[in-house]
T-cell receptor, first 117, second 112 residues
Framework: GAVVSQHPSRVICKSGTSVKIECRSL??????MFWYRQFPKQSLMLMAT?????????EQGVEKDKFLINHASLTLSTLTVTSAHPEDSSFYIC?????????????FGNGTRLTVT | GQQVMQIPQYQHVQEGEDFTTYCNSS?????IQWYKQRPGGHPVFLIQ?????EVKKQKRLTFQFGEAKKNSSLHITATQTTDVGTYFC????????????FGKGTLLTVNP
């Protein structure tokens, strides 16, 4: 159980275009989902906390107008990278926890490798 | 925000040797979680430690939480090539904060 599906797994786009990444909890409801970014051989950096039915909470230094997050249902959160630039190329991973407690482990999607040319 | 320092950054061992990675925090942690990320993959939850001085084992893996709940370790006995990957600790400070802060991770490579 506790499967998180992320799509697409890889995307290549041209500079200036927008890319949407979907994150779905397949067998549980996720009031909260988290979006991380990971550069090669580095740790996971939390970008934002996606809250169902309300605005996302962004971490310091993350541009909310560039990384649009929508959490319209209890099983789907989307991250849209707007007007992508080469420096946005990275590995983006979503995660969710089954329980609504800080003790609940995170279940990660497979990640999306974004390459902006 | 919550920060955890993880060492070493890299560790290369011969198959059969032991391996340990350490996480330290300057503040008391509510809990600490450990994840493993295989090369090209996504992080997978391994275990969570909550109690002071807690020790948990999963086959060849031993996880410890310090008495002061400020440090933790993951020890692998007799490494195998399947242990290759990056091991992350992650922690939060509790309360209404569900956010996890990840350590920088330790990349383990095993020479067969």
């Amino acid at each position: 159980g506790a499967v998180v599906s992320q799509h697409p797994s890889r995307v290549i786009c041209k500079s200036g275009t927008s890319v949407k990444i979907e994150c779905r909890s397949l067998d549980f409801q996720a009031t909260t989902m988290f979006w991380y970014r990971q550069f090669p051989k580095q740790s996971l950096m939390l970008m934002a906390t996606s809250n169902e039915g309300s605005k996302a909470t962004y971490e310091q230094g993350v541009e909310k107008d560039k990384f649009l997050i929508n959490h319209a249902s209890l099983t789907l959160s989307t991250l849209t990278v707007t007007s992508a630039h080469p420096e946005d190329s990275s590995f983006y991973i979503c995660s969710a926890s089954v329980g609504a407690s800080y003790n609940s482990p995170l279940h990660f999607g497979n990640g999306t490798r974004l390459t902006v040319t | 925000g919550q920060q955890v320092m993880q060492i070493p950054q890299y560790q290369h061992v011969q198959e059969g040797e032991d391996f340990t990675t350490y996480c330290n925090s300057s503040t008391t942690l509510s809990n600490i979680q450990w994840y493993k990320q295989r090369p090209g993959g996504h992080p997978v939850f391994l275990i969570q430690l909550v109690k002071s001085g807690e020790v948990k084992k999963q086959k060849r893996l031993t996880f410890q939480f310090g008495e002061a709940k400020k440090n933790s370790s993951l020890h692998i006995t007799a490494t195998q090539t399947t242990d290759v990957g990056t091991y992350f600790c992650a922690a939060n400070s509790g309360g209404s904060n569900y956010k996890l802060t990840f350590g920088k991770g330790t990349l383990l490579t095993v020479n067969p």
